[in-house]
């Protein structure tokens, strides 16, 4: 085992851990040594805080014969950008499906990685794997130089939603290169190459299948992408088009529509003329949103 990968668990997961998967070994020796040692430690005559050091140098011991230890600093070592003096890595007990992740914090003199896992996971090692592998290989490339990782990233969304809908196509493609590595390695993956193709092809339905083909290949390629590779590929090329051209953005407001107005009748055309009064050069092919379309509707009456 190699002393400068740190790898500290929170004590409480290995309480836990310890905990469930002894109940898994009743009737085995390591479950009946367990027992004993636990019950020797209630029967001394020693001081609630000697008491409460003991439990704990009992449980990171079965801990450690239990293989758990082991079998996370094993996966650790296979991301050869955890291997230095300055990043410890540590493993926490999380409540909820949602909060299970890594995360990376970075100080001046200190980075660590925070593996947030349901304790429960311990009981199915094969999945706790493939979550580990993709949740560090995800901390790789934030550490690795190559992958110019930025934690502040330009998104490049005229607003909030558009920059929410680029960060979540992002994070899909991210995932899909994470996973395509990870299957060249010869690791199973949480999700499959069909089920993430699927994704794609669903997020990225303004583009044609052969786009979301060639995206999917390049993710696939495991070629050296960088995270503003994946950025650009996560924009929406209809954000800098106007709505007659078959983009998204009002020519004259210039925010997001995604319902324009797009049949012009009799009673609609002296909205026309009204726009026109403010925008001469354009026409009712370019596009408007409602919100523009209302907005000189009401003009309209308003001189009446």
């Not at 190459?193 to 060639?214: A, D, G, V, W, Y």
Request: glycine letters at 4%; one cysteine or more; aromatic letters at 12%.
């Amino acid at each position: 085992m190699d002393n400068s990968l740190q790898v500290n668990f929170d004590p409480t997961f290995i309480e836990e851990a310890v905990f469930l998967l002894m109940r898994t070994k009743q009737g085995d020796k390591l479950y009946r040594d367990f027992c004993n040692e636990k019950e020797e430690i209630y029967q001394e005559n020693i001081s609630s805080d000697e008491r409460d050091n003991a439990f704990k140098s009992l449980y990171e011991k079965y801990f450690r014969a239990l293989g758990l230890e082991v079998f996370f600093k094993n996966i650790c070592k296979d991301s050869p950008h955890l291997y230095k003096p300055e990043i410890q890595v540590v493993v926490k007990r999380v409540w909820q499906r949602k909060h299970e992740e890594a995360e990376l914090y970075v100080q001046p003199h200190q980075k660590t990685v925070y593996l947030g896992i349901l304790v429960r996971r311990v009981l199915d090692l094969a999945f706790l794997e493939s979550f580990l592998r993709h949740e560090l290989t995800r901390i790789s490339d934030m550490l690795a130089l190559d992958f110019q990782y930025s934690p502040h990233p330009v998104l490049g969304g005229k607003n909030e939603i558009e920059d929410n809908l680029i960060r979540d196509r992002f994070r899909l493609l991210w995932d899909t290169y994470i996973d395509a590595r990870l299957r060249g390695k010869g690791y199973t993956t949480i999700r499959s190459e069909i089920e993430q193709t699927r994704e794609i092809n669903e997020k990225f339905f303004f583009l044609h299948p052969s786009e979301c083909k060639e995206i999917i290949e390049k993710l696939n390629d495991c070629k050296d992408l960088t995270q503003i590779d994946l950025l650009r590929r996560a924009g929406d090329p209809r954000s800098v088009k106007i709505l007659g051209e078959g983009g998204l953005r009002c020519p004259l407001c210039d925010f997001t529509s995604f319902n324009p107005i797009e049949h012009w009748d009799a009673e609609t055309l002296p909205v026309v003329d009204e726009i026109k009064k403010d925008y001469p050069y354009w026409e009712p092919g370019q596009g408007i949103c409602p919100q523009c379309f209302d907005l000189y509707s009401l003009k309209i009456k308003a001189e009446v």
